[in-house]
């Protein structure tokens, strides 16, 4: 879809574009400066006995033949056994330290070896060498895929100290990392965002640079790049301005790196000049992921995006302004911004590992609370969070998650209240599931015999707090509860439906997502994706899934922090008018309008449960009471949305389709016929500026709510 540029500001919606084509550029590498990186022995001692564990449970798992015990990707782990194996694997191995799943917390941890334990990715490479010195000590770690994801992780080398005065490589060199340390409150980050270009593209990014925005160049950078002995040459900029576009000074916390050489061709290859190649072994089950969008958090969103616009030809894709992105007091405005790639496929594989499609999402804070303020004040501009894709995000997060209760290593994810999947309501049981359908009229059963099915529920402890459905519970013991406990006066109307009845509850456990996709997943992977936790977004025919860990490079709990973002791109599968498969489109399936503001929730929701249950660790009955009223707030605000979010994204896909069909009847001379079409485009049109009406009025109604709850709790009963 491409929607004009002349809406009011306050609605979603996308960009024409219409500007050159601009650089040849791709994804190269993400750069993290951390507090310490361990020495290269150790990573490897802990992918040996990772790798010696899954050799022992492939094994186990074979002789045992028993389901679910499989390490095949479409099955969750057996992880009482799993822990068994590694405990015994632990118990092997001299001074090995014993860690316990059970008290796993997301700070103060080696995001090395997270991504090592977690997702299953590898170090591939190090710098320096191993007969050289440093004032830096460098890892790279991929997944098991060399043309995915890179991510180099540096830090001060300790034992070198200061005594490297002539750093051969600039961007290996510990000074770096002090000026990132200086600009970011002395908190680990994200401190680079690296791109490769093509033959002769980097000579005029530099030369843009130099006067459009000179001041942006880094020091070392101003008189030209620098080209090393494998001739590959590197540009660096900073990326953002301190305030105003071209007065201020620059930001110095975060870089923007350019890479161009002829070995950026092989496939087999370390991206950054001076890595060395590390051998590794990846396990059949580690998924390969690929680089999808970068986001920033700024005090300038406009000034980011005239920069890019200025240097590199990026434009504007999706607009999410004003009044759209909001979670009780806090707001945001946010812009997608990016090249225009040349890549064509049908091939849904060669679509996966694109790398050619960049997407810049940029994030300003409206009000003074909320994520992204905190993250602006606490730390400063700089990089929110990676979003990578896979090619299955269901067992990719399941493995995610199964590997971090076995290795006590890895990653948790943001909480996702499971009103967001579905829960179970008596006017769902009196209505079953397919009330939505033109053919059903009327309710399927009475109000008392919903009540007796619910009160039986509720009581056998499978219906949860939260009115949602136990997702370890099966129909068959569902049926057993309400067979042996359905009162005599409701006997017969409930036999008579418990086909459907039974139906409605199993159901209930994922209505949300089924009202969007239906049929197309089997019960099992809707009941994957609610227990991963895992977002789900329709764009038109396209889906889009997507996750969120929990903050990663973090000191202290509580502190604000980057995080990783995987996402599933489900293109659509339709067939053109000559009968082969339609292009893929970067980035189909968008940017999830409806997740978009489920994540801003997500975050605020796990912030206050967080909040919560420190509160009632340290027995504080007052805070805690506050807090749950924000978990509260923020769910309903969640369930209040979503609905409101569908009405929008359904009319922005009909709006698009219309507009597509206008434009092709429009080249053909069909004028009648696209005049029909111009009548629907304007239809949908007018249909989304009311949905996005209807959504500033619910976001209006709970930033009042969480107003008069922070009044209250400082003892401010004023309530405005």
């Known amino acids: 879809m491409v929607f004009s540029d002349d809406q009011p500001i306050d609605e979603p919606h996308e960009v024409d574009i219409s500007i050159p084509q601009g650089f040849d550029i791709q994804f190269s590498h993400v750069h993290l400066y951390v507090d310490r990186v361990d020495d290269l022995h150790e990573y490897k001692q802990f992918e040996d006995s990772i790798n010696k564990f899954h050799h022992d449970y492939d094994a186990t798992a074979s002789s045992s033949n028993q389901h679910g015990t499989s390490m095949r990707q479409d099955h969750p782990m057996n992880v009482v056994k799993g822990q068994e194996i590694w405990t015994s694997i632990q118990n092997s191995i001299a001074n090995s330290p014993h860690v316990s799943s059970e008290c796993y917390s997301s700070h103060g941890r080696d995001v090395v070896k997270q991504l090592i334990a977690g997702f299953g990715y590898r170090v591939t490479g190090c710098y320096p060498a191993a007969d050289a010195t440093s004032s830096s000590k460098t890892v790279l770690v991929t997944s098991n895929d060399p043309m995915g994801i890179q991510i180099v992780v540096s830090s001060r080398d300790n034992e070198v100290g200061d005594d490297v005065h002539d750093e051969k490589y600039l961007h290996f060199d510990a000074a770096n990392m002090d000026t990132f340390f200086r600009a970011h409150a002395n908190r680990q980050g994200i401190a680079v965002l690296a791109f490769e270009v093509g033959p002769g593209c980097l000579q005029e990014i530099h030369q843009r640079y130099s006067q459009l925005h000179p001041q942006l160049l880094v020091d070392q950078y101003k008189d030209g790049v620098q080209t090393y002995e494998n001739e590959v040459s590197v540009l660096e900029v900073f990326a953002y301005y301190t305030g105003d576009k071209g007065v ?44 999808d969008h970068w986001v920033s958090n700024v005090f300038s969103r406009t000034g980011f995006l005239e920069t890019l616009e200025d240097t590199l030809y990026f434009t504007p894709k999706v607009d999410f302004n004003a009044g759209v992105v909001a979670a009780g007091e806090a707001q945001i405005e946010s812009t997608v911004t990016g090249n225009v790639s040349s890549m064509s496929t049908s091939e849904k594989d060669s679509a996966l590992k694109d790398q050619s499609q960049i997407y810049l999402p940029i994030n300003n804070a409206l009000t003074k609370v909320g994520h992204v303020h905190g993250f602006l004040q606490e730390i400063g501009q700089g990089v929110q969070h990676i979003a990578s894709r896979v090619g299955d995000i269901v ?20 909480s996702i209240p499971r009103s967001y999947y579905g829960v179970l309501t008596k006017d769902l049981l009196m209505k079953g599931i397919h009330h939505n359908d033109e053919a059903m009229d009327g309710n399927l059963i009475s109000l008392q015999c919903a009540t007796a099915v619910f009160e039986i529920l509720v009581s056998e402890g499978v219906l949860l707090n939260d009115m949602s459905l136990d997702l370890d519970a099966s129909m068959e013991k569902v049926k057993m509860f309400l067979d042996a406990n359905i009162p005599s006066s409701h006997s017969e109307e409930y036999h008579q439906n418990e086909s459907v009845i039974l139906d409605t509850i199993m159901h209930s456990r994922y209505v949300n997502l089924y009202y969007l996709l239906r049929d197309h997943l089997t019960e099992e992977s809707y009941v994957a994706i609610v227990r991963n936790q895992i977002l789900v977004d329709v764009q038109g025919e396209d889906l889009l899934f997507q996750i969120f860990t929990s903050n990663i490079l973090q000191r202290n709990c509580g502190e604000e922090a980057p995080f990783f973002e995987f996402i599933q791109r489900v293109c659509s599968e339709c067939m053109g008018p000559d009968g082969c498969p339609k292009q893929v489109k970067p980035g189909c399936g968008g940017f999830g309008i409806r997740n978009f503001l489920t994540l801003f929730l997500s975050i605020e929701v796990t912030k206050a449960m967080l909040e919560a249950s420190t509160a009632q660790d340290r027995g504080d009955d007052a805070q805690h009471d ?15 949305s979503n609905p409101i979010l569908t009405e929008i994204s359904d009319a922005m896909t009909r709006e698009g ?12 001379g069909k004028k009648e016929d696209a005049k029909r079409w111009k009548s629907i485009m304007e239809e949908e049109g007018h249909a989304k500026a009311a ?27 004023e309530l405005r």
């Open 626 to 640: 506050f807090f749950q009223r924000k978990v509260n707030i923020f769910t309903d605000q969640l369930n209040e």
């Open 248 to 291: 201020s000074s620059p930001d110095e916390g975060t870089i923007l790196r350019f890479l161009e050489g002829n070995d950026l061709d092989a496939e087999e290859r370390c991206k950054l000049p001076g890595m060395v190649s590390v051998p590794a072994k990846f396990h059949h089950s580690s998924h390969p992921a690929y680089f």
């Open 395 to 414: 067992s990719f997060v399941q493995q995610a998650n199964d590997r971090r209760k076995i290795f006590g290593e890895g990653f948790t994810f943001l």
């Open 691 to 717: 949905a996005n009406e209807k959504l500033m009025e619910c976001n209006l109604k709970y930033q009042k709510l969480m107003k008069n709850l922070r009044l209250e709790s400082s003892g401010n009963t």
């Open 657 to 668: 389709t219309a507009r597509e069909r206008l434009e092709l009847l429009m080249v053909e």
